[in-house]
């Protein structure tokens, strides 16, 4: 079955390019040696959790950088989960902007922490779009996998009979 | 990873000698607290997490005021594992508690951190952490840890 080496070789040069430039880092191969028989979905599950927590976050910053008065400390605080949550699960590009935006925080720099929160912005949902374009092709791999087998099992069985 | 092995895991044998290590994980964060209890289960460890040290003292019975509730919990958990950045207490606030405790004093507290910052990792040694562990954690973290826990049993 020729598509599932063609879209092997796909997967293959995606994810390698999602670390080469940088959007994942070592911490998501730690991710995927977690993932076994008695947990199958674990990466996904994890992935989907940080999506959720990170786009609540986003919007816990922007309403706590829009305040009359900011609270920096409060606006640090959620940068702290941000950044720990993005470095847990490998998404290094995201991690890094982070860490930026907690320098602005740090100077007090209003400007810099809005011009900063939206290059954060950016990156989350880059990488949330790399993501789900890499589970969508493991999808589509396991489907053609699975029908691949099944077409094995059932000529199998015809011959034999 | 930064750890002490000035173990004292001696009083891991509480009664029943257990397969599976109870351990409870304590971090605010909740994509940290899924990887850890996978970590930790993948090790073959039984996980309680809790989101906070509150959480944590009331799991294990040692929330003031309850002390005198007899709570099972504290005596089944073999390892505590803690954050130690969290609002309202830290991990280092919580690890003293558990140290003051006389039920819970000698069981092993790990404590980590996504910060590198020698001062806060010595005050949690001499406060009596078994080890101080940087986050985020790899499988051979964990592994190691697994280890102590077993070198220690009898």
Do not use: W
């Amino acid at each position: 079955m020729e598509i599932v080496g063609q879209l092997q070789k796909q997967y293959v040069e995606f994810s390698t390019s999602l670390y080469r430039e940088g959007f994942l880092d070592e911490q998501f191969i730690q991710l995927q040696k977690l993932q076994d028989e008695s947990n199958p979905d674990f990466v996904v599950e994890v992935v989907s959790i940080f999506f959720e927590d990170s786009e609540k976050l986003i919007n816990d910053l922007a309403t706590a950088i829009q305040q009359q008065v900011v609270d920096f400390k409060q606006v640090d605080a959620h940068v702290h989960q941000f950044k720990g949550s993005s470095s847990s699960i490998g998404a290094n590009r995201v991690k890094n902007m982070c860490i930026a935006l907690r320098s602005f925080c740090d100077e007090k720099n209003l400007d810099g922490c809005l011009r900063c929160l939206q290059q954060v912005k950016h990156e989350y949902f880059l990488v949330k779009n790399k993501l789900e374009t890499l589970f969508r092709g493991i999808s589509h791999l396991k489907e053609n996998i699975d029908s691949f087998f099944s077409f094995l099992i059932h000529h199998f069985f015809r011959r034999k009979k | 990873m930064v750890s002490t092995c000035d173990s004292d895991f001696a009083n891991l044998n509480k009664g029943n000698v257990e397969e599976e290590p109870h351990v409870l994980a304590v971090d605010d964060n909740l994509v940290d607290r899924k990887l850890v209890e996978k970590l930790l289960k993948n090790s073959s460890c039984k996980v309680t997490t809790a989101e906070n040290g509150l959480r944590a003292l009331e799991y294990l019975g040692l929330l003031d005021g309850k002390k005198s509730s007899m709570n099972n919990n504290a005596l089944k958990v073999n390892m505590i594992i803690t954050d130690y950045c969290m609002p309202e207490m830290n991990g280092y606030e919580l690890l003293k508690k558990i140290k003051e405790s006389s039920l819970m004093k000698d069981v092993p507290v790990v404590i980590m951190s996504s910060e590198n910052v020698p001062t806060r990792i010595n005050k949690c040694l001499e406060e009596g952490a078994q080890m101080f562990m940087l986050k985020p954690l790899k499988c051979s973290d964990v592994k190691k840890l697994r280890c102590h826990l077993m070198q220690c049993r009898g």
